[in-house]
């Protein structure tokens, strides 16, 4: 037994002293490792006598138990410490100043901030979709019929079909999330949806990936006269200054009325001026958005009645409104990648677009 004693103590001492991971793997194999001194000892097990045999045998068994124990205690041990370590030297302190000499806010994410500030201020709430869409949501519950020639209109990118046969989409526009908001939500529903949208089209006013600012407000009493000064108070505030808009009938199919709204521009050289500059109002009108009365028929499909429930909403392109805004020529450079464009149009990370102090 005094042999047991002392390999247990020889090992347990070792194992105590062993200060890193590697260290102490090397005390477990050179104890309990197939050619360990413990395993060895267990093989001896074989030639002795049964009598002796009786009495060694648990005591080995404890032995390796107990050296097994203490190999894994001392091993969380060591982690904890490794990971200590690691916490202490990798801190951030997210209190520092931000370096700003490098980096600047895409005009995209910029108009969004500015759009999403001007709706806020306006009592809208934010809302997302997915950008893979299925049929149902893209097309079926806005009220395009299976088959409708509404549907081609949108140069639609489709997946492959599943097992089912199915073939999911890239979104074409951010309506699908109207249908799963006023799915999800009990009305009053007030929301805009910010996001990327799809189309198969590319030239200087068209890219097949885009951005659209989706609004819609479903209650009992919200009516067309809403809608209008909705969008009039929003273009006076994103163009800041005083932006002239005009109605006029449209269709789509899952608005009634529709309508699409213009804004009042100036051509000046190259420039587009929207709206009122130096004190005098474009002579031009320019088409800017699609809107109208929610369908019936889409209340209905998402289980709201046209009866009780009414409301409007509103989409436009954010890449366009962006280009309007601030000059850019061509809007596939926005998706381009070139730093010296971000250089160019990009816009101060730490100068947040509020109605205080300024939108850009
Ligand atoms: N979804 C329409 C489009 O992409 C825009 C729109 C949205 C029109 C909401 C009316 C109401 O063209």
């Known amino acids: 037994m005094t042999n047991i004693d002392n390999l247990k103590t020889k090992y347990?001492?070792?194992?105590?002293?062993?200060n890193g991971l590697t260290e102490l793997d090397a005390v477990r194999v050179a104890a309990l490792g197939k050619k360990g001194e413990v395993s060895l000892q267990m093989r001896t097990l074989g030639q002795m006598?049964?009598?002796?045999?009786?009495?060694?045998?648990?005591?080995?068994?404890?032995?390796?138990?107990d050296l097994a124990a203490l190999v894994e205690a001392r091993k969380s041990v060591l982690e904890g410490a490794a990971?200590?370590?690691?916490?202490?030297?990798?801190?951030?302190?997210?209190?520092?100043?931000?370096?700003?000499?490098?980096?600047?806010?895409?005009?995209v994410m910029q108009v969004m901030e500015e759009m999403a500030v001007i709706f806020a201020d306006q009592g809208f709430a934010v809302a997302e979709g997915p950008d893979i869409e299925d049929d149902f949501h893209n097309f079926t519950a806005l009220n395009f019929p299976p088959g409708h020639p509404a549907r081609d209109m949108h140069d639609t990118f489709f997946l492959k079909p599943n097992e089912n046969g199915d073939k999911m989409v890239l979104r074409t526009h951010t309506s699908p999330v109207q249908i799963r908001t006023m799915m999800s939500q009990e009305p009053p529903i007030r929301i805009i949806v910010p996001g990327?949208?799809?189309?198969?089209?590319?030239?200087?006013?068209?890219?097949?990936?885009?951005?659209?600012?989706?609004?819609l407000v479903i209650d009992k009493t919200t009516h067309m006269g809403h809608l209008k000064g909705c969008l009039m108070d929003f273009m006076s505030a994103f163009f800041e200054t005083d932006v002239e808009v005009r109605f006029r009938p449209h269709h789509f199919p899952f608005t009634e009325p529709s309508a699409e709204m213009d804004v009042r521009y100036a051509r000046v050289g190259d420039e587009i001026r929207i709206g009122s500059y130096n004190g005098k109002m474009g002579d031009k009108w320019m088409e800017i958005l699609g809107c109208g009365m929610v369908h019936p028929n889409v209340l209905k499909n998402c289980g709201l009645d046209p009866d009780e429930y009414q409301g409007f909403a509103f989409g436009m392109g954010v890449d366009r409104l962006a280009m309007l805004k601030y000059g850019m020529p061509d809007l596939r450079d926005m998706f381009a990648g070139?730093?010296?464009?971000?250089?160019?149009?990009?816009f101060s990370p730490l100068l947040q677009a509020n109605l205080a102090t300024g939108l850009s």
């Open 49 to 65: 006598s049964t009598d002796k045999k009786k009495v060694m045998g648990p005591a080995l068994n404890a032995l390796k138990n």
């Open 12 to 18: 347990a001492s070792a194992i105590s002293a062993a």
């Open 338 to 346: 070139d730093g010296r464009w971000l250089e160019h149009y990009g």
């Open 196 to 215: 990327r949208t799809y189309r198969c089209d590319s030239d200087q006013t068209h890219t097949p990936m885009f951005h659209q600012i989706e609004g």
């Open 83 to 107: 990971l200590n370590a690691a916490l202490a030297s990798e801190m951030l302190d997210m209190s520092l100043p931000v370096k700003t000499d490098t980096g600047t806010l895409h005009p």
